[in-house]
């Protein structure tokens, strides 16, 4: 599976951005999906992910009520809808699938694409 990560840019504070994940391959539908994002000099560290038909997701507190994932399997694409952003979500937005369930580990994922900057002014 090869990913490809895009939508990202620059936004101000509070406002909103759609990052989507496009897949190639087959079997897309059998694969959760996750995101991450890398801020300069922090770890990685998990945003969000959705389970395979789309029906469970997940986020950390810290975007929780903000951001919400979804994916459209019949087009192989995954979202992250980003919004009341804050400087704190500047970062490279990352993709990742793994085909067990949801997982907040980075880890336990299998595939990742190339990154999407975010970056949000105060």
């Known amino acids: 599976v090869q990913l490809q990560a895009s939508g990202g840019g620059l936004v101000q504070a509070g406002g909103s951005l759609r990052l989507s994940c496009t897949a190639s391959?087959?079997?897309?539908?059998?694969?959760?999906v996750g995101w991450f994002r890398q801020a300069p000099g922090k770890e990685r560290e998990f945003v969000a992910a959705?389970?395979?038909?789309?029906?469970?997701?997940y986020y950390p507190d810290s975007v929780k009520g903000r951001f919400t994932m979804s994916r459209d399997n019949a087009k192989n694409m995954a979202y992250l809808q980003m919004s009341s952003l804050k400087p704190e979500d500047t970062a490279v937005y990352y993709c990742?699938?793994?085909?067990?369930?949801?997982?907040?580990?980075?880890?336990?994922?299998?595939?990742w694409g190339q990154g999407t900057q975010v970056t949000v002014s105060s």
């Open positions: 391959g087959r079997s897309f539908n059998t694969y959760a």
């Open positions: 959705i389970s395979s038909n789309g029906i469970n997701s």
């Open positions: 990742a699938v793994r085909r067990l369930g949801i997982t907040f580990v980075e880890e336990g994922y299998d595939f």
